[in-house]
């Protein structure tokens, strides 16, 4: 058993799963998947959440059947501002709800978890921007309220490289679902920052400090960069504070009209280990992950713990 201090929270439906077992598996991506499967680049991904539910469960099944924990909603644009750039703005309930609901219903037959999706609102804060602090937690609030109402079990705020807007959707977590647990994970580039240059210290320092139940990276430039930035998380992680790593499957390359990846399955199997090794509990893929990515890193991990 583990002990985990919860900054007085209780226990959540990550603890109670890592009390079963020492860690959990998320999926890799959605969105080079929803690509693969017929949306053009640049698309509006979360419209298939109506317009084609079932090509958005069959990815979430093929990750729980690759040995998925926790699955994430198609929402990652699902936001006011985002669904705007494609008309969809007064639409935000509707799709970030049947999202919830697709996963879910996916979900039960493995009894895994569902993790709403949460992005970038695709404004920007004071005072680089316009967008005022209390706006962006609305804007975060009325995409939460249709996942919380789909049935999310925990809410995952991602692919995030500013901490005011951590800290909006963070609020507007608590505000809609308290009881809901939360994972935040950054976006670093070369130089170990985010764009609005946090790096990885800071990062568990300022977000372990708003009290959610795990802080970690996603996406970026591939496996190596990543074991990098976790090791320097896991040099300051705080008791009780879970860490999570979602690397892309290496870097894309331009083959013929689509981007493929140069992280293969083997690949990504030996850095799920690694990241185990280093004491990482939540561990997943992002773009160019797709479920052999995910096949061979949950066999990995089986097999080493
Ligand atoms: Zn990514």
Known sequence: MRTLIYYGKGMSALTDRLDARPYLVFDGAMGTMLQAAGIE???????????????????????????????????????????????????????????????????????????GDIGPSGE?????????????????????????EGGIDLI??????????????VRASRAVAPELPIVVTLSFDTKLRTMMGVNPAMAVSEIGAMGVDAVGANCGRGPEEMQTILEQMVAVRPEGLLLIGQSNAGLPHLVGDRFEYDAGPSTMA?????????????????CGSTPQHIAAMADALASTN
């Open 156 to 169: 995952l705020i991602e692919t995030m490289s500013d901490l005011e807007e951590v800290g909006a959707a």
């Open 270 to 286: 030996a850095h799920a280990q690694t990241l185990r090794a280093l004491g990482i509990d939540i561990i997943g893929g992002c």
């Open 124 to 148: 920007l804060l004071e005072p680089l921007g316009l967008l005022t602090p209390d706006e962006a937690q609305a804007i975060f609030e009325e995409q939460i309220t249709g996942l919380v």
């Open 41 to 115: 680049p640049g698309g509006a991904g979360e419209l298939w959440n109506v317009e084609n539910a079932e090509a958005v469960e069959a990815i979430h099944t093929a990750y729980l059947e690759a040995g998925a924990n926790i699955v994430t909603t198609n929402t990652f644009g699902g936001s006011r501002p985002r669904l705007d750039m494609h008309g969809a703005g007064d639409r935000v309930h509707e799709l970030n709800k049947a999202a919830a609901q697709i996963a879910k219903k996916a979900a039960a037959p493995f009894e895994a978890l569902v993790a």
